[in-house]
C-alpha cells in the first residue's frame, strides 16, 4: 500500500507595523506619568516646560493615572480597537461591554491562569477575585497592583476616566508645536513597512525595531510593531493572549532639524555629564557588575544608583541583564564618531 505524503502548511506570525494619534497619545500619558524613568524620556524637558498649561482636571486625571497605572488599560483596549482617532476610540469603548471590557484590560498571564481571569472579569463586581488574580504577580513592578486598582473601581468610573483622560491630553498635547510633525513622521515611518515578510519574522522585528531580538512565543500569533515619538528612547513591549506589541522610538532622522544636535547626541551628552555616571562608566568598562556590587562600591545607595544608571542605559551605553549591568563599548564608539560628524557638517 502506497502512503501519499502531503506536506502541511507551514504556519506563519501575522506581522504588522501599525500607527494611529491614539497610539501617541497613550504613551504620552504611559511617559509622563512614569515618574521614575520620565528623566530619561527625551520629552521630559518640553513635559516639564508645557505642564503650568495643563487644565487643572487633567492634572487631577495623570495624578489618578500614575497611582493606578491605568495607562497599562489604554494599551490594551487600543490593542483591540485600533482606533483612527480619540472619538473612535471613546465611541468603541462607550459600546464595549462591561465583561469584554475587563478581559480586555486585565492582563494575560498563562493558559492555565485563563479561567481565573474570564472568572474575574465576568464577576467584576467582587473585589476579592480582582486581589486572588493579583496575586499571581507578586513581585511584578506594576500589574499587582495595577489589577488590585481595577477592583476598586466601578466600571462606569473607570470608563470615564479612561476617556477623559485621553481626550484632554490629547488637547492639550496637540497644541506642542511639534505635534503636527510628529503625526507626519510617524505616519511615513509606518507607510515605509506595510510590507513585512512574516516567513522572516524575525529578521523583519529587529530590522523595522533597529535591534529587537524576538524569540518566537508559543501562543503569540501576532507581532505589532508601533513606532512612537513620546516614549523615545525607550523600547517598550507588552503582550495579549495571542499579541506581542513592540513600541519603539523613532529614528533621530525623522526629528533632528538641519544645524541641531540629533536628540542622541544631546542624551549622550546628558548621560556623560555628571561624575558619578563617568565613573560608573568606567568602572563597568572593567567588566560587568551587580547593582548591588556597585552600591557597595560606590557607597551609595540602589535607589540612587538605579537612577543614574538609567540614564546611561537610555544612551544605550550600558545594558542591563537579569540584573547586571554591562557596557555597550560599540554604542560609546559610535557615538565619539556622530559627535564628530555632526561638528565638522558645522565647518
Not at 28 to 35: Q, R, V
Not at 80 to 101: C, G, K, M, Y
Not at 196 to 205: G, H, K
Amino acid at each position: 500500500m502506497k502512503h501519499l505524503l502531503q506536506s502541511d502548511e507551514v504556519e506563519t506570525i501575522s506581522l504588522e507595523v501599525e500607527w494611529s494619534p491614539v497610539w501617541e497619545v497613550i504613551l504620552g500619558i504611559s511617559g509622563y506619568t512614569h515618574k521614575q524613568l520620565r528623566h530619561t524620556f527625551d520629552m521630559d524637558r518640553e513635559w516639564a516646560e508645557a505642564s503650568s498649561s495643563m487644565p487643572p482636571t487633567l492634572v487631577k486625571s495623570l495624578n489618578e493615572i500614575e497611582k493606578t497605572n491605568f495607562w497599562y488599560a489604554l494599551i490594551m483596549l487600543q490593542d483591540q480597537f485600533s482606533a483612527e482617532t480619540v472619538q473612535d476610540f471613546s465611541n468603541s469603548l462607550t459600546e464595549l461591554p462591561a465583561v469584554d471590557f475587563y478581559k480586555t484590560v486585565l492582563p494575560y498571564k498563562s493558559r492555565n491562569l485563563e479561567t481565573m481571569r474570564s472568572e474575574t472579569a465576568k464577576q467584576h463586581t467582587k473585589l476579592d477575585l480582582f486581589e486572588q488574580y493579583a496575586a499571581n504577580f507578586e513581585g511584578h513592578e506594576f500589574l499587582r497592583g495595577y489589577i488590585s486598582h481595577l477592583g476598586r473601581y466601578s466600571y462606569e468610573v473607570l470608563r470615564d476616566l479612561l476617556i477623559t483622560i485621553l481626550d484632554e491630553w490629547h488637547s492639550w498635547i496637540s497644541q506642542n508645536e511639534d505635534w503636527e510633525k510628529w503625526v507626519k513622521a510617524l505616519d511615513y515611518e509606518s507607510k515605509q513597512h506595510r510590507s513585512l515578510d512574516a516567513r522572516n519574522s524575525v529578521e523583519e522585528i529587529e530590522r523595522v525595531t533597529d535591534g529587537v531580538n524576538y524569540l518566537p512565543e508559543p501562543g503569540v500569533w501576532k507581532v505589532k510593531l508601533i513606532p512612537h515619538a513620546a516614549y523615545r528612547p525607550w523600547i517598550l513591549e507588552k503582550r495579549t493572549q495571542d499579541t506581542k506589541i513592540f513600541f519603539y522610538p523613532l529614528k533621530d532622522d525623522y526629528l533632528a532639524s538641519p544645524g541641531e544636535p540629533s536628540p542622541e547626541l544631546v542624551r549622550g551628552h546628558k548621560a556623560l555629564g555628571d561624575e558619578l555616571r563617568l565613573k560608573l562608566l568606567y568602572q563597568l568598562m572593567k567588566g560587568p557588575m551587580s547593582l548591588q556590587e556597585l552600591s557597595v562600591q560606590f557607597q551609595t545607595s540602589k535607589t540612587s544608583l538605579h537612577h543614574q544608571l538609567s540614564l546611561l542605559k537610555a544612551a544605550k551605553f550600558v545594558a542591563a541583564d537579569k540584573g547586571v549591568y554591562s557596557v555597550n563599548p560599540h554604542r560609546i564608539g559610535a557615538f565619539s564618531e556622530k559627535l564628530n560628524q555632526f561638528l565638522d557638517s558645522k565647518r
